[in-house]
């Protein structure tokens, strides 16, 4: 059974920084793009990072310069650099992962910013 597992949320002041990682295990045949995802309580679900398989990386423009994901596809790990952090980067972070050609959701990590 394919599984992600994340790790690194937390409480921190803003300007702070974070790491956040999601490791996939089980049965795996293939990982296409993986991508950190986040919502905040009232908001739509958002694509925050992404990266595909040739290494291609895409940003929200709310994070563009603060926030830096990469993965270690020998480790079939994503990670997820986040620094200067806002009160408005407070939400949940989910991860995301294409194995196998389904899409798997790891079942969140609170990011909370104080000011």
């Known amino acids: 059974q394919v599984q992600l597992v994340e790790s690194g949320g937390g409480l921190v002041q803003a300007g702070g920084s974070l790491r956040l990682s999601c490791a996939v295990s089980?049965?795996?045949?293939?990982?296409?793009?993986m991508g950190w995802y986040r919502q905040a309580p009232g908001k739509q679900r958002e694509l925050v990072a992404g990266i595909g398989r040739s290494g291609s990386t895409n940003y929200a423009d709310s994070v563009k310069g603060r926030f830096t994901i990469s993965r270690d596809s020998a480790e079939n790990t994503v990670y997820l650099q986040l620094n200067s952090l806002k009160p408005e980067d407070t939400a949940v972070y989910y991860c995301?992962?294409?194995?196998?050609?389904?899409?798997?959701w790891g079942q969140g990590t609170q990011v909370t910013v104080s000011s």
């Open positions: 995301n992962a294409e194995v196998n050609a389904v899409h798997y």
């Open positions: 089980g049965r795996i045949f293939m990982i296409n793009g």
